[in-house]
Nanobody, 125 residues
Framework: QVQLVESGGGLVQTGDSLRLSCAAS????????MGWFRQAPGKEREFVAA????????RFADSVKGRFTIARNNADNTVYLQMNSLKPGDTAVYYC??????????????????WGQGTQVTVSS
């Protein structure tokens, strides 16, 4: 089992940037596809961004394309989500997820096996 802990959330203004971190323990992250999902109040959890275990493929939700970047640092066993030009619509709890699923679909929540507890991101007008 891999344990995931998100950090870096906070309260920012529209147009600001944040970098979220997902630190893993128990297993090396190099074996896992990694994704970021978010859940706003009253809404279901939705896909945000993902990176393949090799780092060679990335995916982004249409709502964040051009603003968010995902990266992984295997030396630190950490995955990052760089969020730029933040909008109030980005306000949500952001979750890190991991998967070793051999039939992986990076954008599919159902394919991820392990989840962190989330970190709150609030973007004010």
């Amino acid at each position: 089992q891999v344990q995931l802990v998100e950090s870096g959330g906070g309260l920012v203004q529209t147009g600001d940037s944040l970098r979220l971190s997902c630190a893993a323990s128990g297993r090396t992250l190099s074996n896992y596809h990694m994704g970021w999902f978010r859940q706003a109040p009253g809404k279901e959890r939705e896909f945000v961004a993902a990176i393949s275990r090799s780092g060679g493929s990335t995916r982004f939700a249409d709502s964040v394309k051009g603003r968010f970047t995902i990266a992984r640092n295997n030396a630190d066993n950490t995955v990052y989500l760089q969020m730029n030009s933040l909008k109030p619509g980005d306000t949500a709890v952001y979750y890190c997820a991991a998967s070793v699923n051999p039939l992986m679909i990076l954008t599919s929540e159902a394919r991820y096996e392990y989840w962190g507890q989330g970190t709150q991101v609030t973007v004010s007008s």
